[in-house]
């Protein structure tokens, strides 16, 4: 399947507000890549990879504090 949108986010204080996106967009017709639906299992960070660039359009949900994990070597 392809998508029109993706939706990035942190999983700690990100999840309701793009699973809100998420669902309002799928009721305005948009095809929506949401990790949760879409990935089972496998590389997680390679089919993320391709998603995005398959995707039209990406949007970023930047909660408070989301970005200070980046920091982080692993991350």
Known sequence: MSYDIFISYRREGGF???ALL???LKDAGYR??????????GRFNAALYCEIERCRDFIV?????????CQNEDD
């Open 16 to 18: 309701d507000t793009a």
């Open 61 to 69: 949900v930047l909660t408070p504090g989301c970005l200070e994990r």
């Open 32 to 41: 929506v890549f949401f990790d949760v639906e879409a990935l089972r299992s």
């Open 22 to 24: 998420c669902g309002r």
